[in-house]
């Protein structure tokens, strides 16, 4: 079985998030002992009462897997500023401890049979001095998912995103189309699937459609729905 899928996208906003946690729920109902993990956040909300930083997609995927698992081992890095994590930990002269991140992800793959990592923005952002996304997911070792938009001006930023990872090295399952928001019924939804299995040299696995609630069933519909989770996940 798949040890784990890294889960980055073509841009921040796009649906990392709720793919990550649709995968994870899937997968436990079917099973699996999985885990969704969002090593570093930013944009973290302070709570006063516990004195500490709450991690919104940290939560969200504890929620999905089960909600069981610490916070600590999930988001083990978190900054309050919004932005990219070079960029926020330097708002508090601080340092991103990439091997704490590392580390709470061997904890969790000695715990788990499958990790669902969320990345943080696309695949180029800082996250230490001369460490990008693209490698700290090389470090982890996991294949790609790449989330993309399916409205119009996805075509340029899913290329740029998937011949860039390949450039790194990094092995890239697929492309996975999340609405993010309600369909527009545009040309461009309509005719950028098509165009992008012309162009990518990776498969499109499918599209998560627009979901009104976040519940584990509804999660676990939209994935089922939208992938072949046994053949993502050799099951
Ligand atoms: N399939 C969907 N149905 C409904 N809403 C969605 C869907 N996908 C994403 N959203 C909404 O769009 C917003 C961005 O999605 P999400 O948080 O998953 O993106 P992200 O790529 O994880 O962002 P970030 O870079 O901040 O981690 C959220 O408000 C989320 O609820
Ligand atoms: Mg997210």
């Known amino acids: 079985m798949t040890k784990g899928i890294f889960i980055t996208a073509t841009d921040t906003g796009v649906g990392k998030t709720v ?21 570093i ?31 600590e081992l999930i988001t083990p890095l978190r900054f309050e500023a919004p932005l990219a994590p070079l960029a926020a930990a330097r708002e508090v002269g ?11 992800i061997d904890e969790l793959e000695s715990r788990y049979d499958v990790l669902v990592v969320e990345g943080i923005g696309g695949l180029m952002v800082p996250v230490a001095e001369r460490y990008m996304v693209s490698d700290m997911a090389r470090d982890i070792g996991y294949p790609l998912i790449v989330v993309a938009s399916p409205f119009l ?17 990094l092995e890239v399952e697929g492309v996975v189309l999340c609405y993010h928001r309600q369909p527009e019924d545009t040309l461009a939804e309509s005719t950028n699937p098509r165009m992008l299995e012309q162009f990518l040299n990776v498969p499109l696995l499918g599209t998560v459609p627009y979901i009104e609630d976040t519940s584990q069933e509804t999660l676990r519909r939209a994935a089922e729905g939208a992938l072949d989770i046994g053949l993502l996940f050799g099951l």
């Open 19 to 39: 793919v990550a946690a649709a995968m994870v729920a899937a997968l436990r109902a079917r099973g699996v002992r999985a885990c969704g993990v969002k090593p």
């Open 41 to 71: 956040e930013s944009g973290c909300v302070p709570n006063p009462v516990i004195g500490s930083l709450v991690p919104a997609d940290g939560t969200f995927l504890q929620k999905a897997s089960g909600g069981k698992e610490s916070l």
């Open 94 to 104: 601080e340092e991103v401890r990439v091997e704490k991140a590392m580390k709470a």
């Open 153 to 169: 001006g996805t075509i340029n930023h899913t290329l740029l995103t998937v011949r860039r990872a390949q450039e790194e090295g």
